[in-house]
């Protein structure tokens, strides 16, 4: 089944305590990224990546960090978490960058105390 | 980036027909316009995509006019279950998809 997963769906975790959210998709996507929700605020790009070893900032991008080594994984990483990350993360994949179909995962929602 | 504006909410009954209109009056040559649907607490779920005219699938249906500045996205026959938020997105090549604050479609009985 074609699909985008990511671990873990739900977390609690102390501020500065490093965190890593890992994403993975088994469509043999070339395009990946990284989305947060809050609300009134929307959906808002974090990071994206438009091949293995290729990563850029979207628009939030200040605390976050990503790596892109294999086509299949994405994982995001919180340094040094705050509470102001406390969100709801998606995880996106698409066949390539542009006009085209992404699917995305089922999410991870984030507590930072 | 072309910005979107839609409307923030609407109500409809079982079974009939919705139409939500999308404003992008600084949409690029480039772009494509793409709709997505979100349910509470899960990932946005692609709907259609289309450049001009009109595009169908067996979900909905996609109106551009000519001069592209809108878009209106068509549900046939809405049911209870398509009760969800509908975003509207402009996207170009190598520019981030940029999701607005969509529309809630709330149906009812």
């Known amino acids: 089944e074609a699909q985008v997963t990511q671990n873990p769906r739900y977390l609690i975790t102390v501020t500065g305590k490093k965190l890593t959210v890992t994403c993975s998709q088994n469509?043999?996507?070339?395009?990946m990224s990284w989305y947060r929700q809050d609300p009134g605020l929307g959906l808002r790009q974090i990071y994206y990546?438009?091949?293995?070893?290729?990563?850029d900032k979207g628009d939030v991008p200040e605390g976050y960090k990503v790596s892109r080594k294999e086509k299949r994984n994405f994982p995001l990483i919180l340094e040094s978490p705050s509470p102001n990350q406390t969100s709801l993360y998606f995880c996106?994949?698409?066949?390539?960058?542009?006009?085209?179909?992404?699917?995305f995962g089922p999410g991870t929602r984030l507590t930072v105390t | 980036l072309a910005k979107t504006t839609q409307p923030i909410s609407m109500d409809s009954y079982e079974g009939q027909e919705v139409n939500i209109t999308c404003s992008h009056n600084?949409?690029?040559?480039?772009?494509?316009i793409t709709w997505y649907q979100q349910f509470p607490s899960q990932g946005p779920r692609f709907i259609i995509q289309?450049?001009?005219t009109k595009v169908t699938n067996e979900v909905a249906s996609l109106f551009i006019p000519a001069d592209r500045k809108s878009s209106t996205l068509s549900l046939p026959r809405v049911s209870l279950s398509d009760t969800a938020v509908y975003y509207c997105?402009?996207?170009?090549?190598?520019?981030?998809?940029?999701f607005g604050k969509g529309t809630r479609l709330s149906v009812i009985a």
């Open positions: 996106a994949s698409s066949f390539r960058e542009g006009p085209s179909e992404q699917y």
């Open positions: 600084n949409i690029a040559t480039n772009d494509y």
């Open positions: 289309g450049y001009k």
């Open positions: 469509m043999n996507h070339e395009y």
């Open positions: 990546s438009m091949n293995v070893e290729v990563t």
């Open positions: 997105l402009v996207k170009a090549r190598n520019t981030p998809l940029v």
